[in-house]
């Protein structure tokens, strides 16, 4: 019988009511496919639109195209706060987990969401960086992990950029104990420690001095690196993603780049927090580092990616 334009199920013994749905609902679909394959979505949908049956139909949302889709995903991040988990995308949503980590691939990519532990929140923009004592309690256990693991780079004898940062920093209380290192610096703190704990032969960049984070920039301390040949480059990040390393501070891209240019192998050394964070400035593109080292905070997504890559190694600690 019909009522309010839906087909009335008899209820089985035994068979909840939402299975006997979910039955008809496969059944009318499949009798429609077989009776006119060409035309069978028009006319489920036409059905659908006039609500002859409404309790059979699938959620209309299965249907949405990709694009449709996505821009759905950025609506419902705005009216829960700006961050979901996967779980919940894909009940919202009405589709597969792999469908929505396809969707999200891509509005990451776009830079329009940014991958947390276990979901996905609308991306942000860093404006400003903490000070250099705010940087040295976060993450700290995570930080001297990393550094511990990027000292396993350096050999004997070789020549090594610390990028100014407090996860360099930690690096350079790992190297105490290795030979006849040459170590450049950007960062007066490194400097400082590695003065007083080491023989190693020192050099600093000089440049423009920024006071809040002890180390120097721009052109005067990118032009060194002229003059350099650098054996591994460990490169800092505030804010990184799948596509660049990126900083609020124009100043720093040019001593990035340098140091890039002048080295045989570069390697990020940034703590997981950092990931999925944007800033105006492009310093590295990722395909220009050969090695990340980063905590297993990751989200599991960048992971996937990052260990797809056949030219790039991911270090998790």
Known sequence: MLKNGSVAALKAPGVGCRDLQAQ?????????????PENALLIYLQACFAGIYRGLALPLRSFMIPLERQQKTLTLLNEHGGILSINELVKLLGVSHMTVRRDLQVLEQKKLISPVFGGVRLAEKQVS??????????AAAEKSRIGQAAASLVSDGSCVYLDAGTTTQALA?????????TVVSN???IMQYLEEHSVFTLIHTGGQVLRENRSAVGLLAAQIFTLL???VAFLSAS??????????????????QAAVKAS??????????KYATAAAFVA???????CIITDKKLPQHAVEVLQGRTDLELVLV
């Open 24 to 36: 008809l609902r496969l059944f009318y679909f499949i009798c429609t496919l077989l009776m006119c």
């Open 129 to 138: 960086e903490p000070s250099r004592s705010a940087k040295e309690v976060m």
């Open 173 to 181: 209380h790992h190297l105490i104990g290795k030979r006849d290192l």
């Open 187 to 189: 960062d007066f703190a």
């Open 229 to 231: 040949s650098i054996d």
């Open 239 to 256: 804010s990184w993603d799948l596509n660049a390393i990126t900083t609020p501070d124009l100043s720093k891209v040019a001593v990035k």
């Open 264 to 273: 045989r192998r570069r390697v990020l050394v940034s703590d997981a927090s």
């Open 284 to 290: 590295v593109p990722i395909e220009q580092l050969h």
